[in-house]
């Protein structure tokens, strides 16, 4: 059976980061997804289809959006698609007459995605910025680091990731539903400062609740408590620990060791935690990552190693889930999550050339003598 989204055409204007990772979601999982990039000739490089990840099962079409022939083509793709996703500044799409008022009245059904940092309107709206700055003025960025330390960025995988390509795919969906059941497409406003905001939806609940502090590094989740952070072992390497519930806490101190330690018994008490954690540092470095692995796998510990990007591939529980997919000799993250009935295919490396042009062209009606004047005149590769 191909991927639940099959059937679904989606038109995405070439980005970096979100826009990308939800057009990789949507085409992992069985969606037709056309990427219109800029031509190679005006970027002077030579993209590695095997290399880009987030790029993979996709045709490329390569066009100049500044061309009369080039918005041209793009219209007459938004017209037969379900979903456009674009991650342009505000303004930038109407300003080549691609806005969606104008698609949208050319394809009513038309789910037409926007992807931004700080949203389509708002006095930070115009400005440029990167994930680092959506999740500083979400409040996300605040709350991640240990004490006494500055805010230390999670990669950028709350605000570009989680709170942008994520949530944008999950936004197409709803909408591609709703249009399908009552034919009326819709503008998608996705903003990474909001998404990451949702993100934390969890952490300002326990805010409202009384259960967690503004301080960083002071909370149970966020490397305040000994019972829920990544130790050192003897050959300088990690493991991780989130042994939060009392009975996974009393079975983790079992089995390394402490369960009758004195210094340990209060695990809720907060002030007691720095000695608490000096306590389990030490212990940790007692063994290899490998010992630890032995005593504490297959335990309700809540325990695993910390591996690295070259390890991960290879442990025992990655590989029976098949998380890692070799493509083009190149290994990468497998699609996810697993379906019953429709199982995703493996990803192939983003299509593109001259004969992927010629079939999209010739798809959408374009007869050989006008592909070559689209080509002669710089308008595609």
Partial sequence: MPGPLTGVRIVEFAGIGPGPFCGMMMADHGAEVIRLGRIRAELGIGADPSKDFLNRSRKALNIDLKTAGGRELSRRLCKRADGLIEGYRPGVMERLGLGPEVLLEENPKLVYGRMTGWGQNGPYAKMAGHDINYIALSGALHACGRAGEKPTPPMNLVGDFGGGGMMLAFGMLAAILHARSTGVGQVIDCAMTEGSAVLMTMIYSMRAEGSWTDRRGANIVDSGAHFYDSYETAD???????????????????????????????????????????????????????EWCRILEGSDCCFAPVLSLEEAADHQHNVARSAFVDVSGVRQPAPAPHYSHTPTSRPTPMASGSEVTEQILADLGYSPIEVDRLRSNGTID
């Avoid at 954690?277 to 490998?290: A, G, P």
């Fill in 236 to 290: 300088g390497k990690f493991i991780s620990v989130g042994s939060v519930e009392a009975q996974f806490y009393r079975e983790l101190l079992e089995r390394i060791g402490l369960m009758h330690d004195p210094e340990l018994t209060e695990q809720l008490n907060a002030d007691a935690w720095p000695r608490q954690k000096e306590r389990l540092t030490h212990q940790f470095r007692t063994k290899t990552r490998d």
